[in-house]
DNA sequence: CATGAATGAGGGTTCATTCAT
DNA sequence: TATGAATGAACCCTCATTCAT
């Protein structure tokens, strides 16, 4: 019987694999064997594995990065775009952790290769920080410093659901890490 | 000339190239090369490149779970115990910047192997954390969440200065972040 | 579109691409892009990739063997037959240096493959060196060495012009080229 | 039982079967077992089967060119410079068919990568008919044609014998191959 | 005990051929 | 019938590990 519908069973077994066991950790074979394919059929869709990861990798990461840029595009004060930022973020995390652990765990491998026109997810939340910044709302930081502190509360969390560390859907936990992420950069402009 | 000081060398070349390249993209080969040291001299140190890369991934994570736990346990308040840890990851990410990305790239993969004895990085902060709700200096949180949030603010921070989008050493940023944990915990427990 | 003249097609484009990169460094893929037809349709006409670079060459050898043949069985002298060889040879390969490269280029890999019925063009030049020593009209001399001398003047001029050691058309060298044979296989015969 | 030598009897082997079966036509697998060496060893010595096939061309090319060179370089009549270059031809062959016909199946396909320094056989031999015209001894002739003569006659001759056309050791007609290459190139430059 | 060549399993990839559409 | 995606065996190559020197 001959397989098809390729592509989608391949993306699918190579994200849950990669979030499993990273890129480097899963071979062609498994990924042809969980895909219920044969090997040669995958370079049909992907010129090697690199491609393979690199793409899987670069659609998730833009399209995250789309979806906040769209978020942080409406007309809102700083609290009211952040906490729906990281609502976002937490959806996402429910409704597919694999994909979620993939891009964490292949971010430091596969970030650098993007050419990256404005599309991460990191520079819609700076954008948020610099806005809120511009219109006085919060006090004045490095809008990396204060990307990084709200990207971090985020991460981290997801990180530990992850681990075991925290059960349960993240999107109930979302307003209170969105209170987090709020005060952590009003805490980080404290000059005390 | 017999090589001497052999382990010493192995596995300062094996973190410089481990957090250059991740474990699965370094071989043998280069890190005997490095190092200056025949390949199989490296294995009278370690019985395989599995062992070296857990070895030294082990002995520094647990060796900062014990030095925060040090900091941990002076009688302080949680503010002043906080800014402690938070300054204390800065001044190890200044000293060694390729250790600590090494131990954020190979966490995801070494961390499982790790045989937790309560040594965690993280176990130090989560008993801040739960000392502080028990003395009522913070309110009620999740102390799970409470340390991702903390522990966020200041790999993310790392995270951004390994990619270039922060510069300079982080211990002058050190009091801004603590700032920015100890605001985030409060408005983690902040019920609106 | 429905693709016709399939098998003209793949002929020309299989023997331009074998001629240039040999028949182990072209693919089925290639062939059939460059003849602008399915890779399946290819098997409509040849059973295998083996078979089409067999029959191309065989059609060709035996071709060229057929036409050598004809010229070699006029009744002539000696030296008109070499002569009108020769410039057989330089017509041909100025007419499709594509093509004469590939039965150089793969003669060593598929001749073995050919049943001989004297229709080799060897078999036609020997033949010619045969009969001018049985009447006489050149001392004897070994037939195959004598044809092997008169094929190696004329093939290796080939291969230099191939390699552009010699440039404009063979046929104005056709003279020179059948005078240096003859004089070649007296010379074989002489015994001073 | 660890294999030694493993260069010498990697390119005994090599050489051996890429004159059987073409370089295409033999796998790393086959040339480390007929070597009774394993696969990996091999790139030890060669970077990949490419350079291994470069390699063993360019020095057999070279080292030919070279000792056709020094046999040109001496001080000797036109025939007896030729005489001695095909006789040299002819012991090479008798020596080492195998190696021969690697050289001649190669050709076509790493010639074109060797850098020439001037050092390919036919150098000698054109530089010779240079001589020779430049001192009068022949009738001005293309050089180019006039080695691809000499050279056409040698090698088709040791084709022959490859092909089984020819029995017996090729220094026995080596007196004959020169007179006939001798007779060629004048032949070549008579204009009857 | 250090050395570094040899080992050999396993990796990613190619490609002649098949076959469902 | 023509198509071109799927197949799967075989290829070249890498590299963690072993071991004769």
């Keep these: 019987m001959r397989a098809t519908h390729v592509k989608e069973k391949v993306d699918h077994a190579a994200i849950a694999l990669f979030a499993a066991r990273g890129?480097?950790?899963?071979?062609?074979?498994e990924i042809a064997a969980a895909a219920g394919v044969a090997q040669g059929a995958l370079y049909?869709?992907?010129?090697?594995?690199?491609?393979?990861?690199?793409?899987?990798?670069?659609?998730a990461?833009?399209?995250?990065?789309?979806?906040?840029?769209?978020?942080?595009?409406?007309?809102?004060?700083?609290?009211?775009r952040i906490t729906a930022m990281v609502a976002h973020f937490c959806a996402l995390y429910d409704r597919d952790p694999a994909l979620f652990r993939f891009m964490l765990l292949a971010q430091h491998e596969?970030?650098?290769?993007?050419?990256?026109?404005?599309?991460?997810?990191?520079?819609?939340?700076?954008?948020?920080?610099?806005?809120?910044?511009?219109?006085?709302?919060?006090?004045?930081?490095d809008t990396a410093e204060g990307s990084a502190v709200i990207m971090g509360i985020v991460l981290q969390t997801a990180l530990f659901h992850l681990y075991g560390r925290l059960d349960g859907p993240l999107v109930p936990?979302?307003?209170?890490?969105?209170?987090?992420?709020?005060?952590?950069?009003?805490g980080l402009g404290d000059s005390r």
Tied chains: 1, 2, 3, 4.
């Design 61 to 80: 990461y833009c399209r995250t990065g789309a979806e906040l840029a769209e978020i942080g595009a409406a007309r809102q004060p700083f609290e009211v």
């Design 23 to 29: 890129v480097d950790g899963v071979s062609i074979a």
């Design 173 to 186: 936990r979302a307003l209170a890490l969105a209170r987090a992420a709020i005060a952590a950069v009003q």
């Design 44 to 59: 049909r869709h992907y010129r090697s594995k690199d491609e393979l990861a690199a793409r899987l990798f670069a659609d």
């Design 110 to 141: 596969l970030l650098p290769a993007i050419d990256d026109g404005g599309v991460a997810p990191v520079a819609a939340i700076e954008a948020a920080v610099a806005d809120a910044i511009a219109a006085r709302e919060i006090a004045p930081v």
